[in-house]
């Protein structure tokens, strides 16, 4: 054969072997395609392409390995014992860093620690904030705290100003409490919030259970008696517990403390026992109570202010300003892992085996913290059915919602921190007559990086509430009057009523999955006719002020109006001060 022949004949021969295994490949005879996608673990964005963004599927990754990983920018995190951070959980792998996990992928070396004492937590901040300064090397410190209770949390202010420094927020939020935390109660609460008048609540004081039930008594207009030392027959009375176990305890136990007797804010001398008739606590508190006597049940929980409490992270400005690039790699890390858990269960079971291992309870397993991440209900000693755990991940769309930088715009957290910061100084003005303003902690200058960085690109969806049109409340959480005030005759509002009308917003925020009945009322000046429309309108117009304020926390269908016109009054109309009393808008909470 010639040569020319010899390369005709090599041509074909190789035209066939590339054309036939080919083939032989696409057939999938011999190469299986991969079940699901892989995902590269430093990044948000999902391998997914195309599709509808709302419904999104986020892959499977690989779940992170066993071995240290012992690579990266060094940093601990000191968590109370709480499933809101089941992403840090698989984020990290372990209770150190491990290869494979989203944070190694990210160049973060983690050490995570237990740590339920708030003051230790303050304590540690500023022992760190002046390591920092003798050693710039020296690991960060993070520590995570309920959203609501930053604003006591930043008493510690003042201690890290000595050291050089302040405090800084960590602008990403790994999850939060959805039912987990809660105030349990007697049955007869649920009916008759006027039930709670003279009773007692355990709590740790000062922190977000107790605001709980701080606002379920403000949302239903009952008095609070802010001394822990003395009892109010005619209020709300609190116990104070070191922490939210030993609260459920102090009901387990019933050990009656001695207090004295005041009425109207006035020392009768008189002693009296009391015992805890309710706690406010989270898991295990409320599991506890269920197993060991039962008797309670959930008068309102984070499941009803489903805004109130998210984890928060907050760490020194001295560490967050020399360290903005691990900043981002962290916040891309817990956002890839939120993802994972929100998404798959063998994940989640992960982050939860995780969470058993940090935590340390020796009766707890993953097992255990994985069924009241979810949430559960069960009988408890008396055989009431309770609802026990209940906690959400976040993903990074939802931290945009969370912060305002969604298309809905509203800053959610700054409305919860304004809310509890206001509702806890002017409970305990003693021990915070103050407290640090959020934009001198909060800076969204990285999570508007990121944000920029993934701009239309594939990521998953943020959790959103929907509320069906024309879908009465069936159970009532709460009801108050508010002194919003219209201009004479008519439907719009006075340069007044926008302080009361802010206070609303912020106050209905936090309750984000409660929808909202908008009772409008008049007196009996004029005709019965054009009172009822007035009423109608009235309570309209701020329906229209809510929604304009902010489209997404209140979406379509959450607000319904009712009118009374002069039905129903609350004072006598046979004075100026009556007739104020009766031209007014009540706001019904419920599910």
Not at 104 to 116: E, F, G, S, V, W
Not at 323 to 337: E, K
Request: aromatic content about 8%; proline content about 5%; hydrophobic content about 40%.
């Amino acid at each position: 054969m010639t040569t020319r022949g010899k390369i005709v004949l090599g041509a074909i021969v190789f035209a066939l072997l590339y054309f036939g295994i080919n083939k032989l490949i696409a057939s999938n005879k011999i190469f299986q395609k991969a079940d699901t996608q892989s995902v590269l673990l430093s990044s948000i964005e999902l391998p997914a392409a195309g599709g509808n963004r709302a419904t999104l599927v986020v892959p499977l990754a690989p779940l992170p390995g066993t071995a240290p990983a012992e690579n990266g920018t060094p940093v601990v995190w000191e968590v109370m014992a709480w499933n809101s951070q089941m992403a840090g959980m698989l984020a990290n792998g372990g209770p150190r860093t491990t290869m494979g996990s989203a944070l190694a992928a990210n160049k973060i070396d983690m050490q995570i620690t237990r740590q339920d004492d708030v003051s230790k937590m303050q304590a540690d901040l500023v022992k760190n904030a002046l390591d920092l300064q003798a050693n710039p090397e020296t690991p960060g410190l993070i520590v995570s705290i309920m959203g609501d209770g930053l604003p006591a949390f930043s008493a510690v202010q003042s201690q890290l100003e000595k050291a050089g420094t302040s405090l800084q927020i960590i602008p990403y939020s790994v999850g939060k409490s959805f039912g987990e935390d809660k105030l349990m109660g007697p049955k007869e609460w649920l009916d008759n919030p006027k039930a709670a008048l003279g009773k007692t609540i355990a709590c740790y004081l000062r922190d977000g259970d107790q605001n709980i039930a701080l606002k379920w008594c403000a949302d239903n207009g009952l008095k609070v008696n802010p001394d822990e030392t003395t009892y109010d027959p005619e209020a709300v009375n609190f116990m104070s517990a070191s922490d939210f176990l030993v609260a459920a305890e102090k009901y387990i136990v019933g050990k009656p403390e001695s207090r004295t007797k005041v009425v109207s804010g006035h020392s009768t001398g008189v002693k009296v026992d009391v015992v805890a008739d309710a706690v406010a606590t989270w898991t295990p508190g409320d599991v506890n109570i269920a197993k060991q006597k039962g008797g309670l049940v959930n008068i309102v929980s984070t499941k009803d202010y489903s805004n109130q409490m998210p984890n928060i992270m907050v760490t020194t400005k001295r560490w967050y300003d020399a360290h903005q690039p691990a900043v981002l790699n962290l916040m891309t890390a817990f956002a890839v892992a939120g993802d994972q858990v929100k998404s798959h269960p063998e994940a989640l079971t992960r982050a939860a085996d995780i969470s058993a291992q940090v935590y340390g309870d020796q009766d707890k397993p993953g097992a255990y913290w994985l069924k009241y991440y979810k949430g559960t209900s069960e009988a408890d000693r008396t055989g009431q059915v309770v609802e026990l755990g209940g906690s959400k991940a976040f993903n990074f769309n939802d931290n945009l919602t969370l912060f305002g930088l969604d298309n809905g715009g509203t800053n959610i957290y700054a409305a919860v921190y304004k809310t509890f910061g206001d509702v806890q100084s002017h409970l305990y003005p003693k021990e915070l007559p103050s407290y640090v303003p959020l934009a001198n902690m909060l800076d969204l200058s990285l999570l508007r990086k990121l944000q920029a960085q993934y701009k239309g690109k594939n990521l998953a969806p943020a959790e959103t509430q929907q509320f069906a049109a024309d879908d009465e409340i069936r159970r009532s959480v709460s009801k108050r009057a508010w002194n919003i005030e219209f201009n004479t005759g008519q439907s719009t509002f006075t340069p007044a009523a926008q302080r009361e009308l802010n206070q609303l917003f912020n106050d209905l925020v936090v309750a984000g999955r409660l929808k909202i009945a908008v009772h409008g009322y008049t007196d009996n000046t004029g005709n019965p006719t054009a009172n009822q429309q007035l009423s109608e309108t009235r309570a309209e117009a701020v329906d229209h002020w809510l929604e304009a304020k902010s489209t997404s926390a209140f979406p379509q269908g959450r607000v319904q109006v009712y009118a009374h016109g002069a039905a129903e009054p609350v004072a006598s109309n046979a004075t100026e001060a009556g007739k104020a009393q009766n031209r007014r808008v009540e706001v019904v909470l419920g599910n």
